[in-house]
């Protein structure tokens, strides 16, 4: 009798350690603690909207400009990097471990990607570049730009529609 009531509550606690840990039970094996991973939403972090200032970044001990980087960066946001735009911040470069809401991360396959933004409109790049190609996930001024090498997510952009848009015709790099 023991032995099952020892079994049924390690098996409750499992299920309240995972449901508490922010982690969907089927997300793959990333090799990081649980709650490590970041979600960004259309609207930027929970700390840090599209349309903040540098200066009020800055001033609330987000944005740091100490740090060696090729900009500057958000504290507590490790893989992701800020873009701003005549002081205000217009888009986000994601990289692993931040997923989007549905759990897209790089290294996401694409046909997940196109299951779950069937509307996304697929961007080529060039020819003759090293550029990725993309798919734009826009929801009103907001979008995530995908950019993929034709089987799996390499990076993820969010932010305003239209800045994802010129990044991706205009070229793209994180510095």
Do not use: N
């Not at 809401?101 to 694409?110: A, H, K, L, Q, Y």
Request: aromatic share 8%.
């Amino acid at each position: 009798m023991k032995l099952r009531q020892f079994a049924f509550i390690a098996a409750l606690m499992t299920a309240a350690s995972v449901a508490g840990s922010g982690v969907h039970p089927h997300a793959p094996v990333t090799g990081r603690p649980a709650g490590t991973l970041q979600v960004v939403g259309l609207d930027g972090l929970p700390d840090i909207e599209f349309g903040d200032t540098e200066s009020e970044l800055t001033r609330r001990g987000i944005l740091r400009t100490d740090v060696v980087a090729c900009g500057p960066t958000l504290a507590g946001h490790e893989t992701v990097s800020p873009v701003f735009v005549e002081d205000r911040l217009v888009l986000l470069w994601l990289g692993d471990p931040v997923r989007t809401p549905d759990g897209i991360t790089v290294g996401t396959p694409v046909e997940r990607v196109r299951a779950h933004y069937p509307a996304a409109t697929r961007l080529r790049a060039p020819q003759g570049t090293y550029r990725f190609d993309g798919l734009l996930a826009r929801r009103g001024d907001r979008a995530y730009l995908f950019l993929h090498d034709g089987r799996t997510v390499r990076k993820i952009i969010t932010g305003y529609a239209d800045w994802a848009q010129r990044l991706f015709t205009e070229g793209h790099a994180p510095c």
